[in-house]
C-alpha cells in the first residue's frame, strides 16, 4: 500500500494482476483503476471551443479536414500584437487607419478577438483559436480607449476589398444606422467577402427588444449573439430578427498584448468564433462563395431552443460545418425528372460528453439540403411534446435537434412535417426510443 485517501475512501497499492477479478467480486470494492500518469497541460481548457466542435473535446478530426489554411481573415479592431506567442507568424499584414502610426494593439481588444480565430495550437503554451492556420490581417480601425470613427471603419473595409480578404470580423457596433456603413459592407460582401459582425451588447435581460447594433444589423452582414456555458443567452447579448447565429461570449479566454492571456465577455467575444469556422469552411473548399459559406454556417447551426431573435440559426457549429462543406452534393436522379419523394431514413439519438443535452438526429432519404424537418419529443410518453422544433438539412440529408437539459427519462420522437422543394414527402419515419 502505496497511499490511503479517507476523503475518496480510496487507496492506491501494488497488487498482482490475477488478483483484480476476485476484488471486483468483492461487495466492498467499488472500482479497481490502474495508477495512470497524468501530465501537466499547458494550454488552457476553451469551453467554448470545444462547445462549437460539438461538445466532444476532441477537435482533431475536423482539423484533419481543415486549419483555415491559406483563407486571409482581416481583424477590423484595435490591432494585434504581432509578437505574442500564440500569434507568432499568424498575422501576415498590419495597417493603420487611427493616425497612430501603428497597427500595434494598444487596448488589447484586437488580440484577444485574434486568439480566438487563430492563436496556434501545440505551442505547449497559452490557447489555441478556432482555424490556427488562417492568416491574421491586423486592420486598425479602433485605437487605445477602443472607439473608432465611421471613415477609419469605412477605410478599413475598402483596403479588405483591395487585399481580396476572404473574411472581415468586426467586434464593434453602433446604435446608429448610417448609410456609408452598410454601403462599404454591402461592396465588401459583393466582392464575395464574407463579413462578421458582434450583435451588441445591449440587450435586456428578458431579450424582447430589437437591440441589434450596426454593422451587423446589415443584410450584408452576419450578427453574431453570445451564449454562455449553459447554452442560454448572455443577458446583455441584443436580440432582434437580425440575429444570424449565436456562439461562446462569456468568459472567453484568450490572449492579450504582451504574451498574456485574459477572461473577456460580450459578443465581441462571439463574433470571432464565427469568423474562425468560416475560415475552416473555406479552407476545405476554396470555391465557395461568401453566399454559399454562410448558408453552410446557416444550415449546420444547432438549434438551442432559444427564440429566433436571440440565437437566428443557432450555435455555429465548427465541425458540422467543415463536414457539409467537405461533402460532394449528390446528383440529381436522371431517371424520375418528376417530383420525388421523400423519406425518414434514420433518426438517432445522442448526448453531449457532458450529459445535459440530448440530440436527436434525422436522417431523410435521398439526400435533401435544406429540407425543412419539424419533430416533436415526448418525454415518458407524455400526452404533449416536451420539445418541438423545426430545422434545415445539411448537405447530407441530416438536420439535428439540441434537446436542452435533457431530464431522464424516455423519449421518443414524431416527425410532423418536412418540407422540401421538389419532394412529398412520404408520411413515414421510423418507429424508435431512447432511455437516457
Not at 485574459?262 to 465581441?268: H, I, K, R, V
Amino acid at each position: 500500500v502505496y497511499a490511503e485517501f479517507g476523503f475518496i475512501k480510496a487507496l492506491s497499492a501494488k497488487i498482482p494482476v490475477e488478483a483484480i477479478d476476485g476484488l471486483l467480486r468483492n461487495p466492498h470494492v467499488v472500482y479497481v483503476e490502474p495508477n495512470i500518469q497524468l501530465h501537466a497541460l499547458e494550454e488552457q481548457y476553451l469551453w467554448g471551443m470545444d462547445r462549437i466542435y460539438g461538445d466532444e473535446s476532441f477537435i482533431f478530426p475536423t482539423w484533419v479536414t481543415s486549419t483555415g489554411d491559406g483563407v486571409k481573415v482581416a481583424i477590423l479592431d484595435t490591432g494585434i500584437d504581432p509578437s505574442h506567442p500564440d500569434l507568432a507568424g499568424r498575422v501576415s499584414q498590419g495597417v493603420d487607419f487611427t493616425e497612430t502610426g501603428s497597427s500595434f494593439d494598444d487596448n488589447g481588444h484586437g488580440t484577444h478577438v485574434s486568439g480566438t480565430v487563430a492563436a496556434i495550437y501545440s505551442n505547449n503554451s497559452g490557447v489555441y483559436g478556432v482555424a490556427p492556420s488562417a492568416s491574421l490581417y491586423a486592420v486598425k480601425v479602433l485605437d487605445s480607449t477602443g472607439s473608432g470613427y465611421l471613415d477609419w471603419i469605412i477605410a478599413g473595409i475598402e483596403w479588405a476589398i483591395a487585399n481580396e480578404i476572404d473574411v472581415i470580423n468586426m467586434s464593434l457596433g453602433t446604435p446608429s444606422d448610417v448609410q456609408p456603413l452598410e454601403d462599404a459592407c454591402n461592396a465588401a460582401y459583393k466582392a464575395d467577402i464574407l463579413i462578421v459582425a458582434a450583435a451588441g451588447n445591449s440587450g435586456n435581460k428578458p431579450g424582447n427588444r430589437d437591440t441589434v447594433e450596426y454593422p451587423g444589423g446589415y443584410a450584408s452582414v452576419i450578427a453574431v449573439a453570445a451564449s454562455d456555458s449553459n447554452d442560454l443567452r448572455a443577458s446583455f447579448s441584443s436580440t432582434g430578427p437580425d440575429v444570424e447565429l449565436i456562439a461562446p461570449g462569456v468568459s472567453i479566454l484568450s490572449s492579450i498584448p504582451g504574451d498574456g492571456y485574459a477572461y473577456y465577455s460580450g459578443t465581441s467575444m462571439a463574433s470571432p468564433h464565427v469568423a474562425g469556422v468560416a475560415a475552416l469552411v473555406l479552407a476545405a473548399r476554396p470555391t465557395l462563395t461568401n453566399a454559399e459559406v454562410r448558408l453552410i454556417l446557416q444550415q449546420t447551426a444547432e438549434n438551442l431552443g432559444l427564440k429566433q431573435e436571440h440565437q437566428g440559426f443557432g450555435l455555429v457549429r465548427a465541425d458540422l460545418a467543415v463536414q457539409a462543406a467537405s461533402v460532394t452534393t449528390p446528383p440529381a436522379s436522371d431517371t424520375d425528372p418528376e417530383p420525388g419523394t421523400v423519406t425518414v431514413s434514420n433518426i438517432s439519438y445522442s448526448l453531449s460528453r457532458n450529459a445535459k443535452h440530448m440530440y436527436v438526429s434525422v436522417q431523410l432519404e435521398p439526400f435533401v439540403v435544406g429540407a425543412s424537418v419539424s419533430i416533436e419529443v415526448y418525454l415518458n410518453s407524455g400526452s404533449s411534446p416536451y420539445f418541438a422544433g423545426t430545422i434545415t438539412t445539411d448537405t447530407s440529408g441530416v438536420t439535428k435537434f439540441t434537446v436542452v437539459n435533457a431530464p431522464s427519462g424516455t423519449y421518443s420522437t414524431v416527425v410532423t412535417d418536412i418540407s422540401a422543394a421538389g419532394y412529398t414527402w412520404d408520411g413515414g419515419y421510423p418507429e424508435n426510443s431512447f432511455e437516457k
